[in-house]
């Protein structure tokens, strides 16, 4: 931030000055600007250390985003895209209102993820101000898996909501990122009466879905299964999906063939 230009009047003008970035050394310059003779030159001012504003609110940064104060979302950077299963950190900041980071303030902070709620960590503390919690999402982003009219689910984006469990400071939502499906290891088997639900445990090959079988009849097609795909309904007798140690949904063409026991 750099104030406008003023003119000097009897010899001397006054500024009104606000630093907006904390925890370093800044100073000021003055110039002479105008053109005219005499030129007066340039002047730096003494170092200046500038502490941060009062804390009043959690920044949360995933990987591939950097801090950036007095900005508008107070970061730079696009998160970087993650695995279902897989280990990442999430730096949880307090800050000023300018996303500075307050060095002298404690919370302790939880994470809450709104679209996967199968991995939890427990709250951890802050030290210096901020904190690295270690986070796994095992549910991954729904991804279409078609081209035409209708579609599957929409894409849908995670995010993660860092909070103050002693609701000192605003919590903080992070950026949309995407989460996708590991190594494909599986099939996975939907029946009639079954819903496919990625990421459920237990994870010995009979969680990733809900319900109870439905009856069926000797002789007869096997009837009952349905879900929808986008606003309609598809009906269907068996359902095998190729799916990874968590039950997302992977791709492949492998053939698969079915028998009974």
Do not use: C, M
């Amino acid at each position: 931030w750099d104030p406008l230009y003023q003119p000097l009047i009897n010899g001397s003008t006054v500024y009104r000055i606000t630093l907006v970035t904390a925890s370093t050394w800044s100073y000021l310059v003055a110039q002479d600007t105008d053109g005219n003779d005499p030129y007066y030159g340039v002047r730096q001012s003494a170092n200046i250390w500038v502490n941060p504003g009062p804390a009043i609110k959690l920044q949360a940064l995933l990987p591939g985003e950097n801090p950036k104060p007095n900005t508008t979302i107070g970061k730079e950077g696009t998160p970087d895209v993650q695995f279902a299963g897989s280990v990442f950190p999430v730096t949880v900041k307090i800050t000023d209102i300018l996303w500075n980071l307050s060095p002298t303030a404690g919370a302790n902070i939880k994470l809450l993820t709104p679209y996967d709620n199968y991995d939890t960590e427990p709250e951890q503390s802050t030290v210096n101000g901020e904190v690295v919690i270690d986070k796994t999402i095992i549910t991954a982003s729904q991804e279409r898996t078609d081209t035409i009219n209708p579609y599957w689910e929409n894409f849908k984006y995670h995010i993660i909501i860092a909070s103050d469990t002693g609701g000192l400071y605003y919590s903080n939502t992070t950026t949309t990122f995407t989460v996708k499906s590991s190594t494909i290891t599986q099939l996975h088997i939907i029946l009639p009466g079954e819903s496919y639900v990625p990421g459920k445990p237990p994870y010995n090959g009979t969680g990733g879905k809900d319900g109870t079988p439905l009856v069926q009849t000797a002789g007869v097609n096997f009837t009952g299964g349905s879900f929808l795909r986008g606003t309609t309904t598809i009906y269907f007798n068996v359902k095998v999906l190729s799916v990874d140690n968590w039950y997302n949904l992977g791709y492949s063409g492998s053939l698969v063939s079915i028998t009974t026991q």
